[in-house]
């Protein structure tokens, strides 16, 4: 994508088989992730790979945006509307896919609207009432104008998005979010990392506070789902199951469209019923 030197992608090729070869395989994938794409921007001198890529995916995006916001408000239930065209857009993921063409999209938002949602809406929008401070972490280029869709139907002023401290694939960082307008709807903050996920030892104080004062946290994609899964904090998962060990790990069948709560938040839940 980046280079056509064949001495480079030869250079690239060779450190990133050695540090695949001394990795622990216990590290998370986006973990991972981020150490090989640190070889890849270094030995191209490229800081942000995908520009060109997520340039285009907010395009169509917000090509997309007018059509599916006047599918919510018209539909019966705008907002199971909005969670399953939310998790329609995270098929917009170069780390899975090689390529996301617009046709790609409109099969995505079809499957989403027509298969039932893995999930209960009516718990997620309970719990968004109930909160007092909640961060919608954001996952990739294009993918945040279908976000835009769902945190409209959000109380805006409990939410803050975090997206991406630095470049990472077709990962959104604050440019992606100011391209689709969406720091013009509610406050916006990066995590100061580079991961393709949320690994809070890697992020910054800001991010680590605004995570933990949080009391609900909405968590797009993945790379969120693999680094966030065991922390003890009452998330919800939004997602599409890309990949068998993923849908295994949740429960689901491959290419289910996921709104899971987190094992902490579904405790948190049960004792508060009992109460």
Sequence with gaps: MVTSDEVIQEEVLREILGLVSRMDLNMSPPLMGQRIHRIIK????????YKKHKESSNW?????????????EEAKNPKEAAVQLAIAGNVIDLGVNSRV???DIHKSIEEALNTPLNGNEKEFFQAISEARKILYLADNAGEIVFDKLLIEQLPIEKVTVAVRGFPIINDVTITDAQAVGLTKLVKVIDNGSDAPGTILAECSPEFQKRFHEADLIIAKGQGNYETLSDEE???FFLLKAKCQVIAEHAGCLLGDVILSRSAFGSTK?????QV
């Design 101 to 103: 063409a617009e046709s």
């Design 42 to 49: 270094e030995k191209t001198n490229q800081a942000d790979p």
């Design 60 to 72: 169509l995006g917000l090509k997309l945006y007018p059509g599916m916001r006047s599918y919510v």
């Design 233 to 235: 904090k009452d998330i």
């Design 269 to 273: 839940r049960a004792v508060t019923a």
